[in-house]
């Protein structure tokens, strides 16, 4: 039975992220990936992260508390074509800070379309979580969207282009709920093992 899941707060800058210690889950991806709508499914709750929320909404860092687990950490996306240049340095400088050096993240979970070949931003992030050491998972969105045949292709050739040192890659769909337990036990595990870490 997985614990209730809530909205504790959102972090403009550090000094606001929890400070309750518990192992946190980050959520990154291009901006309509399907970040929002994967929270809301592994809440179970249809209206806890926005979906489709306007750029001026989704710059901060998003806290979802999983009973005395665990925080799901929604990561403000990235590629909005309408945030001006001078304005991304900000949200990245937040998404960094809070990337590196933060000792209770356990996990982070990229996402990507199953359907398009992984974007220069992808990319740039996979080499940004090798450089620091940081456990990720690849999560490839909407595969309601491909025939059950062209699934496994998709994933397979998905994860050889990121290549890396990725913990698997997990095929999932907000819309049908694919891919959502196995996704929970992957976050439960990483949480687990933070914990041990820490203790
Ligand atoms: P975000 O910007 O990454 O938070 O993306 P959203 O969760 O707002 O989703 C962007 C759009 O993709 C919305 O119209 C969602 O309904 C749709 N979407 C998200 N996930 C899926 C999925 O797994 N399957 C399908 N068919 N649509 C999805």
Not at 5 to 26: C, R
Not at 42 to 59: K, N
Not at 100 to 120: F, I, Y
Not at 132 to 146: G, N, Q, R, T
């Amino acid at each position: 039975m997985k614990a209730t899941t809530t909205f504790a707060g959102s972090a403009a800058s550090p000094a606001q992220f929890p400070k309750d210690g518990l192992p946190e889950v980050a959520f990154l991806g291009r901006s309509n990936v399907g970040k929002s709508s994967l929270l809301n499914a592994l809440a179970g709750a249809p209206g806890l992260a926005r979906v489709s929320a306007t750029p001026g909404r989704t710059r901060l860092v998003n806290f979802f508390r999983v009973g005395d687990e665990l925080y799901l950490v929604d990561l403000p996306g990235y590629g909005y074509a309408r945030v001006p240049e001078a304005e991304r340095g900000g949200w990245e400088q937040l998404v960094t800070s809070y990337l590196v050096g933060r000792e209770v993240l356990a996990l982070c979970v990229v996402l990507l379309d199953l359907r398009h070949e992984p974007s220069q931003r992808d990319f740039s992030l996979r080499d940004f979580l090798e450089h620091h050491h940081l456990p990720y998972l690849l999560v490839a969105m909407k595969a309601d969207k491909l025939a059950r045949g062209q699934r496994s292709r998709r994933q397979h050739a998905l994860a050889a282009s990121l290549g890396g040192t990725q913990r698997g890659l997990i095929v999932a769909s907000a819309a049908t709920g694919l891919g959502i337990d196995e996704l929970w036990r992957e976050v439960r595990r990483a949480a687990e093992l933070r914990r041990e870490g820490a203790a």
